[in-house]
């Protein structure tokens, strides 16, 4: 299994890593709240492990950014904050489970394997456009039937242009609601994600679905006619 830790503390993080490399796991490490975030949208985790108190960005908006942006990757919040209104904050901002330093390593590996065996969500929601469908619950994506591998970042502008098929959307648009607050209007991100989307989403495709509209920005179409 694949498991994000965004923690500040050196020492803490080591101890963390090590404890679940050795237990099979693989570990990535984000040392602050920007990082984390861009960890979190760029690779796909089973759990993320997040400290709140974090430089750069917070550990409860890092929750919440990523709540907000359908990442429903279980997340375990791990803290210095014993009070009882901290505790019940993460929780309703969307976390899946609290664990108050300091702790034992052996309970924190059981509150990720218990984390790790819970059954999927149920419920379907599907967008289609053409011969593309995207499943955003168990976010899954094909084309013609073949599934694309999307990185995090990837599958959420896929999905914000498929929610806003045949019309189109201007760079700011699409870089405030896929990256928020990292975004910058001089930043050629946009550009670059809509290039990896292309090359995976049209590759070999008679009909090309993503449209470059000069001057103004992007459309997802399936008529052959919006160019």
Known sequence: MRILLVEDEEGIGKFICQGLREAGHRVDWAKDGEKGFDYALDAEYDVIVLDLMLPKMDGLQLLQEL???AVKTPILVLTARDAVEDRVKGLNTGAD???TKPFD???????INALLRRPPLQTTNILQVADLEMDTTRRIVRRGGQILE???REFMLLEYLMRNAGHVLTRTQIGERVWGFDFYNESNAVDVYIGYLRRKVDKNAAIPLIKTI???GFCLS???NDD
């Open 150 to 152: 999307l990185s995090q």
């Open 67 to 69: 709540r907000q942006r």
């Open 97 to 99: 489970d609290y664990l």
């Open 105 to 111: 390593f052996s309970e924190l590996l059981a509150r």
């Open 214 to 216: 000069r001057g103004v």
């Open 222 to 224: 399936g008529d052959e």
